[in-house]
């Protein structure tokens, strides 16, 4: 599934990798999102919706791994869609789309948060492509609590600059343009996954070398 936008950066390193230092073993695949890659666009740039939210044409969020065929081990992938989907539209509108406090809590929220800020702060933006592949479920626990996994390749994602378009580099540091994500999920009472926890490892460390 193609939707349009992106992100991340430096503060990866920083927050993130910080919960992030412990060893992703044990993973086993089971799944994920949709076959076919989609796209979507911002206010005034005439591009499609997904997800209710719009994104930009210069920028694609690809989703590459095919959904799983149970209801509700897709219903796990699809919290973590939505929440990758509502990153993205808060750090693209600068806080505007306020939906990811719907699909984040714990320092997944305080990563939005903070990305949300330092791109208002500064001035830039992104451009480019993102892709979500070999995503795949790690464990669902007591039908309540559940572990995703995703290779994520950043490489043809870009930080430009908001007023003018100009590319100032890549848009994470070097070390991250592919990283292995690893996302906690919570269930809520209506059905619906959240995502509680992120850590993301390098494609280069042992944690993440299987998205090298």
């Known amino acids: 599934m193609r939707v349009r936008r992106a992100f991340l950066a430096t503060a990866i390193l920083a927050g993130v990798a910080a919960c992030g230092s412990g060893s992703a073993a044990g993973f086993q695949p089971a799944g994920s999102l949709s076959p076919a890659p989609v796209q979507a666009a911002l206010p005034g740039q005439g591009g499609q919706r997904l997800a209710g939210f719009q994104f930009p044409g210069d920028v694609s969020i690809d989703f590459t791994t095919p959904a799983p ?7 796990v992938i699809d919290g ?10 808060a750090v693209l509108s600068h806080g505007k789309y306020g939906a990811y406090q719907q699909h984040a809590a714990g320092n997944a929220l305080a990563f939005v948060r903070r990305e949300v800020a330092r791109y208002g702060t500064q001035g830039t933006t992104m451009r480019g492509t993102i892709a979500y592949n070999d995503t795949r479920i790690a464990g669902i626990y007591f039908g309540t609590g559940a572990d995703v996994l995703a290779c994520v390749d950043a490489s043809a994602l870009h930080q430009v600059n908001a007023k003018t378009g100009a590319t100032v580099g890549s848009a994470l540091p070097v070390r991250l343009t592919r990283y292995l994500e690893n996302v906690a999920e919570g269930k809520r009472s209506d059905g619906t996954w959240f995502v509680s926890r992120l850590a993301v490892y390098p494609a280069a460390s042992t944690q993440g070398a299987m998205c090298r």
């Open 69 to 75: 065929a149970d209801p509700a081990r897709r219903a």
């Open 80 to 89: 973590y869609r939505n929440y990758v989907l509502a990153l993205w539209a």
